[in-house]
């Protein structure tokens, strides 16, 4: 019986072969992006899955008062670790793993001397580091591996790229050379770790213990982690508790040593292992994190794509029941009970979602290599994860329930007298509502919200990078000035004499040796102002920016009053923005010029007030700002191109020719400034991206699904078509006949989704300051967009039905 | 075999009632050949598919075997009709997805008949039909007699103790239609009670007993000799 079920389904869809397709690929693609997403999302899951202890393992962080918000900093004060060890009670082991910044790494290996300029993922600890993190050791093991102070351990990658084509045993005794001068001994090779995770070091050097000053114990510095492996009863709130005491301890202890003037506040929290991977409320550097509402956004996304696709499927098996009625009346008649009508449909499902999961295979591949940028790399390595497949079946599996059980019920409420005498009536286009409308309206509802949703995320994004910014970044090049060169002996001053060599070159118009205007990550201080003699000081946080004379002339930024910045002036002057001038209560720009203020205890005067401009992206609001004159090594080469962009690209080559006269070629890394603020919305980007893709999708489904509904609808209805078409009906009123109907629900999904996506936009907008407003035009256009899609689709097979001769279709019944 | 007293069948819409049986009486033996005939909407159709046990009856009482089959449900009604009732319609109604042999073989898999023996039976009743040369086609590639025959093998394959056939010859040209009547005749002169709905008097001629109807009610029944 099942073998005869898989054979007649196997003719039934070979025969219907178009409905067949249209159902494959929706469920195809439905497949795929429930499969990729599933691989993003099993990877992101099993982040530091194998760490042993991974339950009783805890970060421990720092937290502090930044700009009147509550700051959470992965790092401590490097002390820690020695001062938790030998203080706090309830710890089964502290495992410090403190970042490393080296400018240089030398590598003698026989053949090359290999020279790498900042490697990165270096760290220092201790042997309790091998204890936590499960590595298979290839040479050297964890007990003997910081026996001698000046050892390191490297990952199998690193190793293979210092010394290529030797064996991890031959590698012991090896030496590396750190900063110039510092010597390492090679003592141990681990495998790569197999699992996510944020333990991301390649080359371990031991952390000697040192007595450190009380003042080390005040700085927090991100890239130093501590972890912390509580013992199996302990309440994490019983060993903060302590830590706390310490804390507050050594802050007495240096208030009494130092006397400072500021006050100290912070705190701190342990954060579960399992759940760094997701606190992206975390300050640090270079850790990847993802949040959890984006994973369960994607997750919702696949499941709604995949619910698309099945619905394609229900409605067309239940619009082609009234063509199936004679076949389920002869069943019947001739004693098929229900359960073998249910196996003949499921047969059917089966074979369309196992030949749909198939292509979704071939898919899934090419999905992974066009969205590259926005899928983690390593998730493809979680496609065939054990649990990636076993979910994957188990969403197979409600697949072929989902979409197979309603049609089935349908078929078995089949009367066979009726079906075999008349055929079934067909209901088609008429009003009566049913559960095939219902479902498209969903349909069309959900690829309208994700339509919206597009809309206005691209305007916003638009927005971001059209919006005038208060500065001009047309055609400007940045160049990072060698780091800490500014003072190194040799190249003091050397700058300058570059800007006045690139001045003469053809090409470039402007030249400024400043911080860019807008750039993520600033500095700032506490500057105060007191309005008169006697009065209250008033002191705010005002962002520095180190510029030189000419920065306001070229990024055309308007002083509001006062003076620019004069060359070679040393005396003390500083600009502010408007901003600072309304914080410090000033009432007006005028006002402001002329007057001082004070850090520390150097005195500041104004010379000048600078219209606002952006300092930082769109989701933060312009704040106070000082321009200062100087020179400092956050500052960087802006260079202003001609405007004839066909000149570029030998400008850059001309300024590279000069750059390699005065310093090294490598340093010379030179970008566009309107792309750094592209950059700067990359996470927007990528949402914009995705949220693209899923509108493709959606639409894409929803157009599958309503061209099978609207050929069966042209199908059905040949005979009546063909009486109108005697009674003198035109080719575009039968047209407009048959899409009618399917026009009028989409519009009851545009009337849906509209409010739902309004709501949903309001809130990603309001996380930005500066934003597009949102309005009913957006609306209208993506409701015309969607009837115009609609319309065209149920058009082609209208059109179709609308020009057969009638004498064709009338004699066919 | 079958014994009908009083039956009574009404068609609901929202509008109209409709009386289509109206106090029907009569009783086919078993081994009779019995033609029911009478203008299309008198009711012979509907009577064809109560005695079928596809359709239940409004009033009266419906006999199969003895047994009082009128108040079955519609699980019981088809266990009694897959083992003793076979069917042979006017538009043939094969399953287009299904070769001739698969066609024949359904009712055997509903009725759970093991594959070994489907065969046999099967093949033996294809043979008989002789249509075993087209049993892997399927039925859009056989002309309308061999279709019929196919179907009148898909009714006698179960070796119903009933053939229930409604106008078996009205899509054939003559010579086909001799051709399924002969058969007919032949299942019944082995034993298989029939009962055929038709307009032509001359595959009425075929039967025992011709009974017919107007307007739901029986006018005559004529014992043929």
Redesign the interface.
Known sequence: MIKLSFKTAFRYLWKHKLFTALNIAGLAIGICTCWVILSIVRYEFNFESAIPERENTYRLVTGKMFDNKETIYGGVSAPFYQGVRENVTGVKAVVPVYGQWISSVKVDNGKELIEVEEPEDIIATDSSYFEMVPYKWLAGNARTAFQQPESVVLTQSRANSYFPGLTPGQLIGKTITYEEDAIKTISGIVEDLHFPSEFTAQEILYLQPIAYPLVEWTNTNSSDRLYIIAENDKNPATILKQIQQLSDQKWQDFKQERNPTYEFVRWFSMIPLSEMHFATYVNEWQVKKTSKTVLFGLIGTAIFILFLACINYINLSTAQIPQRGKEIGIRKTLGSNNKSLLMQIFSETIIVVLIGALLSFVLVHFSFLLLSDMIPQDAVNFQFHTNTLLILGGILIATIVSSGAYPAIQMTRVNPIQSIKNGLSQKSGKSRFNVRKGLFIFQYTIAQCFIIGAIIVGQQLKYTIKKDLGFNKDAVLLVDHPFNMTSKAGFVGKQKVLLEELQKLPGVTNLSFSESPLRMGYSSSPYIYTPAEGTDPVSRQLQIKMVDHNYLSFYQMPLVAGKDFVAGDSSKKVILNETAVKEYGISSPEEAVGKTIKRSDELYSIAGVVKDFHQENFYKEIKPLVLMQGDQPRQMFNIKLSSNSEQWPQTIEAIKATWTKFYSEKYFEYRFYDETIEALYKEDQRLSTLINVATFISIFIGCLGLFGLATLTAFQRTKEIGVRKVLGASVSSIVGLLSKDFVKLVIIAIVIASPIAWWAMNKWLEEFIYKVPVTIWTFLMAGGLAIIIAFVTVSVQAVKAAIVNPVNSLRDE | MIKIQQLEKLYRTEEIETLVLNKISFEVKEGEFVAVMGPSGCGK?TLL?II?L??DCDGGSFFFNNIDVSKYNE?KR?AL???NIG?V?QSF??????TVY?NV???L???KVKASERKERVEEVLQQMQIMHRRNHFPQQLSGGQQQRVAVA?AVVNKPKLILADEPTGNLDSNNGNEVMQLLTELNQAGTTVIMVTHSEHDAHFSHKIIRMLDGQIVTENILL
């Open positions: 159709s598919n079928g596809l359709d699980r088809s009709r897959k083992k069917f319609f109604n094969l399953i287009d997805e299904l698969e073989e359904l009712p898999i509903y009725t898909r």
